[in-house]
């Protein structure tokens, strides 16, 4: 039997946002007259010092074929490199990476975050292979080469060469930056031969539920300034080249990238590649991967790290493109900047930080509020009238032509007394912007990543606990402001559908980022307080009197 899958995070958000629609507009048209038809962890290190790019080492054709000696290692050897950022391992045979561990994060399991997945060694070419558009430069890719470090062992060359195929990588890293200046030379008998550099296999925390999901082989365009993100299915039936002038291109996770910076003005091919990887259980899975390149001697900038707003923006400021704000980037940018700064400079907790920013958030909100108050007292104090309508015209079908009247009758008493039937609903609409903008704060910040607060570990991911609290308690607090909220005119159906809301919007938060949570558990609280206040400061409604229609005259 096919195991169920559980819903993602976005299926819940929507179905919750479709869910509040249903229940702000269907319940209006369900229960209420209708008007007449004329009326979207660790902080990462900030310091980056951008390693100067060395000048391509040039490699002089030779003469000829003959005079090419063989350049081998006697046997396999693996090299590390060790920086503030890094722990880089590489192997001589093919002179590729196994091991890219980042020393500032942990993975899903809190162990030391390596950015290669383990799974696809010896499945698929490891990152730092080269691929050719045919296969006679084959062994570039199985070849011990030999390896030369020279000054504080960042700078790393290796060279390979079986008497026809000449192949040299350079590698200069520098202690304290996120950067690496990459350099590959191939000729074959002397010429050289176009080449691209890979990533494949997958990239990022592979210990996440489903990591391919998010993964995306990217490039940005520098003609039409777009950025471009592939996911497996671009490479379903094949790699994909494209072949642009690019800022930038490599492959991406949710929170890292390792992105090739060519820095130059002449096309660079992109290929997106769909791998099948083992999973989990043994089970194939297929991952993307990208080559970068397309000269014969390639010079380019690699940056691998973290996707930080300021980091990004201090190695190229295109880099930001990679932080995906979604719809409401107009809003979920700024949210993340104010979150951000509050936690910086003022509470010290991402936690913290979203309690304050949704109290603010709903203070700025307050008018809206006592004018959805305004609206509901003055619906209480019409029902006696609207309940006289209603009787009036008691018994007759929606299809019937006097339910024009009916509803004609009711909204010239809305517009005679003022009042805006939908006002309340203005206080839930405006959440909703803001509910998507935080959640893609939670969603693609580095540094909400591993965030904790109180019990809860990491805010960008649902709660560990066995009972999730913070579902819970937003489920009894959104319960108890329905109850202190006004509901002028709704019957008992209404309101029996109205109760049950709070506890199908726990099951759609249920497994959602925690800090979306807390955003939400917040805004009950504040508007619990905000109601409380305000039903003490105003008078008690009017009672609803069963007004009977004045019986008629006998002749």
């Not at 671009?234 to 490599?250: C, E, H, L, Y």
């Not at 202190?484 to 959602?512: E, H, V």
Request: glycine share 6%.
């Amino acid at each position: 039997m096919e195991e169920k899958k559980e819903l993602s995070m976005e299926t819940r958000l929507l179905l919750a946002f479709l869910l509040m629609g249903l229940v702000l507009f269907g319940t209006q048209y369900f229960y209420k007259p209708p008007p007449t038809p004329a009326a979207s962890s660790v902080k990462a290190t900030q310091p980056v010092k951008e390693a100067e790019a060395p000048k391509p080492v040039p490699v002089k054709p030779a003469a000829s074929a003959e005079t090419t000696a063989k350049i081998e290692a006697a046997d396999e050897q693996t090299a590390t490199v060790d920086t503030d950022f890094y722990h880089v391992v590489f192997s001589n045979r093919g002179a590729m990476v196994k091991n890219w561990t980042l020393k500032a994060y942990k993975d899903h399991n809190g162990k030391p975050l390596d950015l290669v997945d383990q799974a696809a060694l010896g499945k698929v070419p490891a990152p730092f292979s080269l691929s050719f558009k045919s296969d006679e430069e084959a062994n570039a890719n199985s070849g011990l080469y030999t390896l030369n470090r020279i000054g504080d062992g960042l700078d790393l060359t290796f060279e390979y060469s079986d008497g026809r195929v000449d192949v040299k990588k350079v590698l200069n890293f520098t202690k304290d930056s996120y950067l690496v200046t990459v350099n590959t030379q191939v000729l074959e008998n002397g010429v050289p031969v176009a080449h691209s550099i890979e990533w494949r296999g997958g990239f990022g925390d592979e210990t996440v539920t489903n990591p391919a999901s998010d993964q995306r082989a990217v490039y940005y365009n520098l003609e039409n300034s777009k950025l471009v993100q592939n996911d497996v299915k671009t490479a379903k039936n094949g790699p994909v080249m494209a072949t642009d002038r690019d800022s930038f291109a490599g492959v991406e996770d949710k929170y890292f990238a390792a992105v090739f910076l060519p820095g130059g003005r002449s096309p660079i091919e992109v290929t997106t590649y769909s791998d099948a990887v083992p999973g989990p259980d043994n089970k194939e899975v297929q991952q993307v991967g990208v080559g970068v390149g397309g000269q014969g001697v390639n010079v380019m900038k690699l940056f691998v790290g973290p996707k930080d707003t300021d980091l990004l923006k201090k190695v190229d400021p295109k880099l930001e493109q990679l932080i995906d704000w979604g719809w409401f980037e107009v809003l979920a940018k700024p949210l993340f900047l104010v979150v951000n700064w509050t936690a910086d400079h003022g509470v010290g907790n991402w936690g913290w930080a979203i309690v304050l920013v949704t109290v603010a958030i709903n203070l700025l909100l307050f008018p809206l509020r006592i004018s959805s108050l305004k609206s509901a007292k003055k619906m209480q104090r019409l029902q006696p009238q609207i309940k006289a309508i209603n009787d009036k015209y008691k018994g007759i079908g929606l299809r019937d032509p006097k339910k024009a009247d009916q509803n004609a009758e009711i909204m010239e008493l809305y517009k005679k007394e003022g009042v805006n039937p939908m006002g309340g609903c203005f206080p839930m609409l405006i959440q909703l912007p803001f509910l998507y903008a935080f959640w893609r704060v939670l969603s693609v910040s580095i540094e909400m990543r591993g965030a904790s607060w109180l019990w809860v570990k990491d805010l960008s991911q649902a709660e560990t606990l066995p009972i999730h609290l913070l579902p819970v308690l937003m489920v009894v607090t959104q319960f108890l402001s329905q109850k202190m909220t006004p509901t002028p005119g709704a019957d008992p159906s209404q309101q029996k559908m109205m109760y049950f809301m709070p506890l199908i919007f726990g099951y759609m938060f249920y497994y959602l980022p925690s800090g979306l949570v807390l955003y939400y558990l917040t805004s009950n609280l504040v508007a619990i307080a905000m109601q409380w206040a305000m039903n003490r400061g105003s008078a008690p409604p009017p009672a609803v009197v069963d007004v009977k229609p004045a019986p008629k005259r006998k002749r």
